[in-house]
């Protein structure tokens, strides 16, 4: 089976995570970026949207999974994320890229972002370190 790469980029969602306290209060704009590893012929062969990843449900449920619950750490919303995506049993893989461009920095920049791949294989599957 191949896998090809469905994205979905820049989706803007508001959320209240951070460690500071002004961040949990006023919240602050996080963008999301999303790579998925699927199989796309089945859905090519049939074309029918039942045989894919539906990305304007995903869209909305990773935007529900970054609006809901505050937590201090990107890394711990980067986890969720990952986790809402390979709920679909198509996703073998998710890569996540949570941008952060508004965090309290005392200087000029421009972004922060934290980018992870998470797979449906178990750890006892995978090559030990």
Sequence with gaps: MSVDELALTGLEC????????????????????????IDTAPAAASDDLSATVDYGSLA???KAAVESDPVDLIETLAQRISEVCLLDSRVEWVRVTVHKPDAPIDASFKDVALSITRSTRSKTQEDPL
């Design 14 to 37: 508001w959320g209240h995570h951070g460690v500071f306290e002004h961040e949990r209060r006023e919240g602050q704009r996080f963008v999301i970026d999303l790579v998925l590893g």
């Design 60 to 62: 909305l449920a990773v």
